[in-house]
């Protein structure tokens, strides 16, 4: 038996204005998704998430629920990792695999992609295949985009490397070597949201009004340097500074709504140093950059005010197989 596992992500800045080039920053939380894998003497994939409620069998494309039919979309892109690991394998062989996750579903928190990571390290390890973390990133990748479509990748690449991450359309991505373990309350809104159709808005708004729009994008960017040199420094007061500048201006771009904004001045005003939504928006999380000593005062205050909240802290260990 071998157990693998894979951390979450938080955007901290930078999203959206990260698809017009400028640079996003993306952290590893130590909130983390857990494969099992054992091996079969049937050819068989079994397949059982607990999280999302779905297990089945696998033969070839064949697939057999063990309960609801409704659950093959949420596990194929599972099946895809396994398969390309085995197909690297020389022998034909069954796996069952077991998935656990700290990570919520559906909130901009890559937990689809820290599922395929840990799901890929540890099939690797079973069957004896040797997988460069490289190669760990591209597959998951390619389970993301049955998903996604086409996902920017920074969700396998944080999930794999962990760490801090500076990426850039068009650019590899480039680690950030931050010492401050950045303490952070994630607030979840648990409303759903569709990170493409929030992508669309803004590009309608931004084809509309391109000068204004434009500069709102460009200052984005600006922000996300500030902030590496913050990173940098360890400096609470001004990363929660620009933390709450990068809100309002995804505000501005319309990506913001009362529930989001609700749980940041709920987080601002308990003591957080700064408060921003994190990734797609629209629903989804917040985070808040929080002093240990407010940590609990935070979680309250967004929980008082409707959400959901943990505490998380950046993590640099990636993918890894359990002791
Ligand atoms: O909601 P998430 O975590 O998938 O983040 C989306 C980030 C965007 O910048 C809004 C979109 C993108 O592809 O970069």
Do not use: W
């Amino acid at each position: 038996m071998v157990v693998a596992s894979a951390p979450a992500k938080v955007i901290l800045f930078g999203e959206h204005f990260v698809v017009y080039g400028e640079p996003a920053i993306a952290i590893a939380i130590d909130k983390r998704a857990y494969a099992e894998a054992t091996l079969r003497k049937d050819k068989l994939i079994y397949i059982n998430s607990v999280n999302l409620g779905v297990s089945g069998f696998f033969k070839g494309r064949h697939f057999q629920p063990e309960k609801d039919k409704a659950t093959l979309d949420k596990l194929v892109p599972i099946k895809n990792s396994v398969t390309k690991v085995l197909g690297k394998a020389n022998e034909t062989i069954g796996v069952n695999l077991d998935i656990q996750s700290d990570i919520p579903a559906s909130a901009g928190l890559g937990s689809s992609a820290a599922v395929a990571v840990s799901t890929t390290a540890a099939v690797g390890y079973l069957v004896g295949v040797k997988l460069s973390k490289e190669d760990v990133f591209e597959i998951a990748l390619d389970a993301e985009r049955l998903i996604h479509g086409t996902p920017s990748g920074i969700d396998p690449a944080i999930s794999t490397y962990g760490g801090a991450i500076i990426f850039q359309k068009g650019k590899d991505f480039k680690p950030l070597d931050v010492k401050l373990s950045i303490p952070l309350v994630v607030g979840n809104t648990n409303l759903e949201r569709s990170t493409g159709e929030l992508v669309a808005a803004v590009r309608r708004m931004r084809d509309y009004y391109p000068s204004i729009v434009g500069e709102i994008i460009k200052i984005g960017g600006e922000i996300a340097l500030r902030a590496i040199e913050a990173l940098k420094r360890g400096d609470l007061k001004v990363l929660g500074e620009l933390l709450n500048i990068n809100h309002a201006l995804l505000s501005v771009i319309g990506v913001s709504n009362e529930a989001l904004d609700h749980l940041i001045y709920a987080a601002r005003n308990s003591g957080a140093c700064g408060a921003k939504l994190t990734g797609g928006g629209g629903g989804g999380c917040i985070i808040a950059l929080t002093e240990d000593s407010r940590i609990k005062k935070v979680i309250a205050a967004i929980e008082r005010a409707g959400g959901t909240a943990f505490q998380a802290r950046k993590t640099d260990e990636g993918v890894r197989v359990e002791p």
